[in-house]
């Protein structure tokens, strides 16, 4: 077995394409494993590859990315064999390799998603647990269940602050984002809704919402971080072609003393360039969030799109049908 280390040089990177097109169910986009491979992130996250050749060619694969700012905290990311070597134990022995690297490392969680059977069976024989109403899966190594990490995890945080948003961020937040939070609609700006009530379809894409916000210069986001790097709730703000501006935002219950902090800053971006209206979509339903927009000067100004909310939870059991939940526009004039 080999390992290395990001970057890596881009005759392995050619090597991991060709892999990788042999692999029908695994085709990762470029724009998400090649600033990755070349060390492009290698400032807010350690990208290590384990990498099995039979006969000098790659039989299999797999990436662990481990945050920097928080390196108790992984991404586990493109496990993978060609189909005539599967079932050979090629798999489970990368997989295994990597954790026990973490472990020694003094990990304290691995966080992946999938939606294939096959590996699904594979995380689960290697200790990996379902999260609820998600593709995600957490291995938590000291043995505890997610459930017990997570609240454990937030309760042990500390004091926060809040700034701007970073790349280093992504690790640190996924405990935030697959927890199960009251609040339906965490942030209407990312189509993020809460496992409590609505189905998690993607993991890593759970974050890549909050880039693409930014990513044409018209958003903004901000994070709560206690002092470890530990990221407890997140906001951002994004300008519309009619010259408003969008904002939203949601934190851990224990730390709801900084959502008026989050927002506030959503907001103030918006003035700082020119937007002559602040306005947020709510779900009806979600009254604590509807009473805290309204306490910073936000009020009810009619209908907005509704929110369908896909978790099992809020159906008829009679149907499999989503629930559809009306929402809110709340605005604010500047």
Not at 18 to 37: C, S
Not at 80 to 86: G, H, L, S, V, Y
């Amino acid at each position: 077995m080999d390992k290395y280390e990001a970057p890596i040089a881009e005759e392995l990177v050619r090597e991991l394409v060709e892999f990788w097109q042999m692999i029908p169910e695994l085709q990762p986009k470029p724009e998400q494993w090649r600033p990755r491979l070349l060390g492009l992130e290698q400032t807010h996250q350690r990208t290590i590859i384990y990498v099995l050749r039979r006969d000098g060619k790659i039989a299999g694969m797999c990436q662990l990315s481990v945050s920097r700012r928080l390196p108790a905290l992984a991404e586990f990311d493109y496990p993978a064999t060609i189909p005539e070597f599967r079932r050979a134990g090629i798999g489970a022995k990368l997989w295994s390799a990597a954790i026990d690297d973490f472990e020694r490392a003094g990990g304290r969680a691995i966080f992946c998603g999938t939606y294939l059977r096959d590996a699904f069976r594979l995380y689960r024989r290697l200790g990996y647990s379902k999260m609820p109403a998600s593709i995600a899966l957490v291995k938590v190594l000291d043995g505890e269940s997610p459930e017990v990490f997570l609240t454990d995890w937030f309760r042990e945080a500390g004091p926060a602050m809040v700034s701007a948003g970073e790349p280093d961020d992504q690790i640190p937040s996924y405990p935030l984002l697959i927890s199960p939070h009251d609040w339906q609609v965490l942030d209407a700006n990312v189509g993020l809704l809460s496992v409590r009530y609505s189905l998690q379809h993607v993991f890593s894409g759970l974050y890549e919402c909050y880039e693409q916000v930014v990513s044409d210069g018209n958003g903004a986001r901000f994070a709560a971080r206690a002092d470890d790097g530990r990221v407890v709730g997140m906001s951002t703000a994004r300008l519309d072609a009619d010259g408003s501006c969008s904002v939203d935002g949601f934190v851990h219950r224990y730390y709801l003393e900084l959502w008026n902090e989050l927002i506030g800053r959503a907001i103030e971006f918006g003035k700082s360039r020119g937007a002559g209206l602040i306005h947020a979509r709510v779900s009806r339903e979600d009254f604590e969030k509807r009473k805290r927009f309204e306490e910073i000067g936000l009020r009810e100004a009619g209908p907005a799109p509704e929110f369908v909310l896909d978790g099992l939870q809020l159906n008829d059991p009679r149907s499999i049908e989503p629930v559809s939940v009306a929402a809110i526009r709340m605005e604010q004039t500047v």
